[in-house]
């Protein structure tokens, strides 16, 4: 009977203060308190602020009068807005933007498919293939990182004007073709597959183009991905290298030295119709960081783990 009694009789008021003490007992000693979140949030918050103004002041800039944009301070939210520098910047240059818009998407694009191409069947060959000085082999594509690319500027130009291209568009991506960064970043990914697969597709008769390019291809779309962002962004923000090679020729101009070109348009130096044409190089390059900064991400993270 006093069992029951005690079974049946109610929860004291202490119950929910001792459920409440356990809730704050399994916090866990790192988990930041609220206070420092907030303050967390609020310095993230403020340096996003700091980092992002001056896209912000690139892009409302384009739509400002030169006037306006060169008060102190710009009156960048109270003026009168209009799209006359992005169609002056698109049209009324000395070198207009859309050829140099086509000369860098066929940097862009014929640089990210020659990488994707080469890295794959390069490090294909250091993790499949059994041959001597693999190791060796693969730092000599590490030491070609390590090389300053001014110091292989002068070099390659001189050699494409001795094979008389400089006048052809395949000149601003000919010494790109290849990159040792892609290389390592593929051979990272591959190295993920156990050697037991490569070994029962051999015995299945699986040659290495089909065992590459059926099998290990499709599980390493991430590193594929990452890769040909990275090599197209390379190949689409290039400026040194085009501007020796086109400093004779417009028409190789592209976006990039295009845009410099607009401070030399005949009226004198207009701020608003640079920032105007630097919105519009901005605009694939963010395009394509935002939709694929998934894949990015996971193709970096790909090779971190074997």
């Known amino acids: 009977m006093s069992r029951l009694i005690e079974q049946t009789t109610p929860a004291s008021p202490a119950a929910p203060a001792g459920r409440a003490e356990l809730r704050r007992s399994k916090r866990s000693p790192n988990q930041p308190g609220r206070a420092a979140a907030t303050a967390t949030y609020v ?47 698109w049209h009324e240059t000395v070198v207009p933007l859309l050829p140099a818009l086509a000369n860098s998407l066929f940097v862009g694009l014929v640089i990210m498919l ?22 060796t082999i693969f730092w000599l594509f590490m030491a070609t990182i390590m090389v300053p690319y001014e110091a292989i500027v002068v070099p390659n130009a001189l050699f494409i004007r001795s ?101 030399s348009n005949g009226n004198g130096t207009q701020q608003a119709l640079v920032l105007a044409g630097v919105s519009i190089t901005l605009i694939p390059t963010l395009l394509l960081v935002i939709f694929g900064q998934r894949w990015f991400v996971r193709g970096f993270m790909a090779g971190a783990v074997k």
């Open 114 to 135: 020659a990488h994707l191409v080469t890295s794959c069947l390069a490090a294909y060959s250091l993790v499949f293939v059994r041959m001597p000085l693999r190791k």
């Open 163 to 263: 094979l008389g291209m400089e006048n052809n568009r395949w000149s601003l991506v000919l010494p790109f073709l290849a990159n040792g960064f892609g290389v390592f970043l593929m051979r990272q990914a591959f190295r993920q597959f156990p050697d037991e697969l490569r070994q029962a597709a051999l015995l299945d008769g699986c040659g290495h183009l089909r065992f590459l390019c059926g099998i290990v291809l499709p599980s390493v779309r991430p590193s594929l991905t990452a890769l040909a962002v990275w090599s197209f962004l390379q190949g689409w923000n290039m400026y040194f290298w085009p501007l020796i090679i086109s400093s004779s020729n417009n028409s190789m101009n592209t976006l990039q030295t295009a845009v410099f070109a607009l401070k």
């Open 43 to 89: 310095w993230l918050v403020l340096a996003a602020i700091v980092l992002l103004f001056p896209v912000l002041l690139t892009i409302v800039g384009g739509f400002l009068p030169e006037g306006q944009l060169v008060r102190r301070p710009p009156g960048l939210f109270n003026g009168h807005y209009s799209f006359g520098n992005y169609v002056a910047a």
